[in-house]
Protein backbone atom coordinates (compact mmCIF):
# COMPACT_ATOMS: atom_id res chain seq x y z
CA UNK A 1 0.00 0.00 0.00
CA UNK A 2 1.54 3.72 -0.99
CA UNK A 3 0.69 6.38 1.34
CA UNK A 4 -0.75 9.32 0.76
CA UNK A 5 0.13 12.35 1.71
CA UNK A 6 2.89 13.99 1.86
CA UNK A 7 6.70 12.40 2.14
CA UNK A 8 8.90 13.13 4.46
CA UNK A 9 12.40 13.88 4.21
CA UNK A 10 15.38 13.87 5.76
CA UNK A 11 17.54 16.10 3.26
CA UNK A 12 18.32 19.63 4.51
CA UNK A 13 18.25 22.12 1.29
CA UNK A 14 20.27 24.46 3.17
CA UNK A 15 23.51 22.65 3.69
CA UNK A 16 26.72 23.79 4.65
CA UNK A 17 29.33 25.69 2.38
CA UNK A 18 31.60 23.30 4.11
CA UNK A 19 30.14 19.89 3.00
CA UNK A 20 32.21 19.04 -0.26
CA UNK A 21 29.00 18.80 -3.01
CA UNK A 22 28.55 22.06 -1.92
CA UNK A 23 32.44 23.63 -2.29
CA UNK A 24 32.32 21.62 -5.94
CA UNK A 25 28.77 23.19 -6.59
CA UNK A 26 30.71 26.70 -5.97
CA UNK A 27 33.61 26.81 -7.77
CA UNK A 28 32.35 24.82 -10.78
CA UNK A 29 29.99 27.73 -10.96
CA UNK A 30 32.55 30.08 -10.20
CA UNK A 31 34.56 28.84 -13.21
CA UNK A 32 31.76 28.13 -15.72
CA UNK A 33 32.79 24.18 -15.45
CA UNK A 34 31.22 21.76 -16.00
CA UNK A 35 31.63 17.82 -14.63
CA UNK A 36 31.28 14.14 -15.97
CA UNK A 37 31.76 11.46 -13.85
CA UNK A 38 32.25 7.81 -14.53
CA UNK A 39 32.11 5.50 -11.43
CA UNK A 40 32.99 1.53 -11.31
CA UNK A 41 33.36 0.77 -7.56
CA UNK A 42 31.21 3.03 -6.29
CA UNK A 43 27.93 2.64 -8.74
CA UNK A 44 26.94 5.89 -8.83
CA UNK A 45 27.57 7.07 -5.30
CA UNK A 46 29.42 10.27 -6.79
CA UNK A 47 27.06 11.02 -8.91
CA UNK A 48 24.42 10.86 -6.45
CA UNK A 49 26.25 13.15 -3.67
CA UNK A 50 26.40 15.82 -6.16
CA UNK A 51 23.04 16.17 -7.47
CA UNK A 52 21.80 15.98 -3.82
CA UNK A 53 23.01 19.58 -3.92
CA UNK A 54 19.80 22.11 -5.16
CA UNK A 55 21.02 23.45 -8.97
CA UNK A 56 23.67 20.96 -9.43
CA UNK A 57 21.94 20.85 -13.35
CA UNK A 58 23.83 24.31 -13.77
CA UNK A 59 27.38 22.44 -13.53
CA UNK A 60 26.59 18.50 -13.59
CA UNK A 61 26.16 17.26 -16.98
CA UNK A 62 25.68 13.22 -15.47
CA UNK A 63 27.38 10.01 -14.60
CA UNK A 64 28.41 6.63 -16.39
CA UNK A 65 28.23 3.75 -14.10
CA UNK A 66 30.53 1.08 -15.92
CA UNK A 67 31.22 -1.84 -13.82
CA UNK A 68 31.62 -4.32 -16.68
CA UNK A 69 34.70 -4.85 -19.03
CA UNK A 70 32.32 -4.62 -21.47
CA UNK A 71 30.32 -1.29 -20.06
CA UNK A 72 33.76 0.62 -19.68
CA UNK A 73 34.74 -0.42 -23.37
CA UNK A 74 31.53 0.68 -24.55
CA UNK A 75 30.54 3.31 -22.96
CA UNK A 76 33.53 5.00 -22.20
CA UNK A 77 35.79 4.13 -24.92
CA UNK A 78 38.30 2.36 -22.47
CA UNK A 79 41.02 0.23 -24.70
CA UNK A 80 40.05 -3.48 -24.51
CA UNK A 81 43.88 -4.12 -24.30
CA UNK A 82 44.09 -1.45 -21.40
CA UNK A 83 41.73 -3.33 -19.54
CA UNK A 84 43.29 -7.10 -20.60
CA UNK A 85 46.71 -5.81 -19.35
CA UNK A 86 46.30 -3.46 -16.62
CA UNK A 87 43.01 -4.76 -15.14
CA UNK A 88 39.92 -2.38 -14.27
CA UNK A 89 41.54 -1.46 -11.20
CA UNK A 90 44.41 0.40 -12.75
CA UNK A 91 45.94 4.10 -13.29
CA UNK A 92 45.64 3.56 -16.86
CA UNK A 93 42.01 2.53 -16.84
CA UNK A 94 40.58 5.40 -14.61
CA UNK A 95 42.12 7.79 -16.47
CA UNK A 96 41.04 6.62 -20.04
CA UNK A 97 37.56 6.40 -17.87
CA UNK A 98 37.90 10.14 -16.84
CA UNK A 99 38.99 10.87 -20.61
CA UNK A 100 35.95 8.87 -21.51
CA UNK A 101 33.48 10.57 -19.14
CA UNK A 102 34.69 13.96 -20.55
CA UNK A 103 33.96 13.33 -23.71
CA UNK A 104 30.83 11.28 -23.91
CA UNK A 105 28.80 13.68 -21.92
CA UNK A 106 30.95 16.69 -23.29
CA UNK A 107 32.33 18.17 -20.05
CA UNK A 108 34.93 20.05 -18.84
CA UNK A 109 36.30 17.72 -16.18
CA UNK A 110 35.89 14.15 -16.29
CA UNK A 111 36.35 12.07 -12.96
CA UNK A 112 36.45 8.38 -12.67
CA UNK A 113 36.70 5.82 -9.82
CA UNK A 114 37.53 2.33 -10.04
CA UNK A 115 38.15 -0.24 -6.91
CA UNK A 116 37.77 -3.36 -5.62
CA UNK A 117 35.37 -2.74 -2.56
CA UNK A 118 34.82 -6.33 -1.16
CA UNK A 119 34.73 -8.45 0.83
CA UNK A 120 36.30 -10.67 -2.47
CA UNK A 121 37.96 -9.53 -5.78
CA UNK A 122 40.85 -9.16 -3.97
CA UNK A 123 44.16 -11.05 -5.09
CA UNK A 124 48.24 -10.70 -5.29
CA UNK A 125 49.20 -7.06 -5.96
CA UNK A 126 45.99 -5.95 -5.68
CA UNK A 127 44.30 -6.05 -2.23
CA UNK A 128 40.74 -5.61 -1.63
CA UNK A 129 39.82 -1.62 -0.90
CA UNK A 130 42.11 -0.81 -4.07
CA UNK A 131 41.11 2.34 -5.55
CA UNK A 132 42.04 4.31 -7.92
CA UNK A 133 40.67 7.64 -9.20
CA UNK A 134 40.94 9.34 -12.21
CA UNK A 135 40.61 13.30 -13.47
CA UNK A 136 40.92 14.75 -16.92
CA UNK A 137 40.44 18.45 -18.12
CA UNK A 138 41.65 19.31 -20.95
CA UNK A 139 45.31 19.65 -20.74
CA UNK A 140 45.95 17.54 -17.72
CA UNK A 141 45.24 14.41 -16.92
CA UNK A 142 46.46 12.53 -13.20
CA UNK A 143 45.35 9.30 -11.46
CA UNK A 144 45.57 8.57 -7.52
CA UNK A 145 45.94 5.13 -5.95
CA UNK A 146 43.92 4.03 -2.43
CA UNK A 147 43.56 0.90 -0.13
CA UNK A 148 41.01 1.54 2.27
CA UNK A 149 40.31 -1.15 4.92
CA UNK A 150 36.76 -0.87 5.21
CA UNK A 151 33.82 -3.02 4.33
CA UNK A 152 32.54 -3.12 1.37
CA UNK A 153 30.08 0.10 1.64
CA UNK A 154 32.75 1.76 3.87
CA UNK A 155 35.19 1.23 0.61
CA UNK A 156 32.39 2.62 -1.53
CA UNK A 157 31.60 5.99 0.93
CA UNK A 158 35.54 6.08 1.24
CA UNK A 159 36.45 6.10 -2.28
CA UNK A 160 33.75 8.65 -3.31
CA UNK A 161 34.43 11.06 -0.35
CA UNK A 162 37.85 11.09 -1.89
CA UNK A 163 37.40 11.74 -5.47
CA UNK A 164 35.35 14.63 -4.60
CA UNK A 165 38.22 15.69 -2.14
CA UNK A 166 40.43 15.67 -5.13
CA UNK A 167 37.98 17.40 -7.24
CA UNK A 168 38.61 20.09 -4.57
CA UNK A 169 41.89 20.69 -4.29
CA UNK A 170 41.94 20.91 -8.26
CA UNK A 171 39.08 23.32 -8.66
CA UNK A 172 40.89 25.40 -5.66
CA UNK A 173 44.57 24.50 -7.87
CA UNK A 174 43.55 26.33 -10.80
Known sequence: ???RGKIQSSYNSRMPEEVLEVKIGALLRKRGL???VAESCT????GHRITNVPGSSDY??????AYSY???????GVSWDTLEKNGAVSRET???MARGARRALMADIGMAVSGIAGPGGGMPGKPVGLTWIGLCV?????????????????NKEYSAEQLLHLLVDYLQGL
Open 1 to 3: MVP
Open 34 to 36: SLA
Open 43 to 46: GGLV
Open 60 to 65: FVGGIV
Open 70 to 76: EAKESLL
Open 94 to 96: VIE
Open 138 to 154: EDFEEAWSYAWEGDRIQ
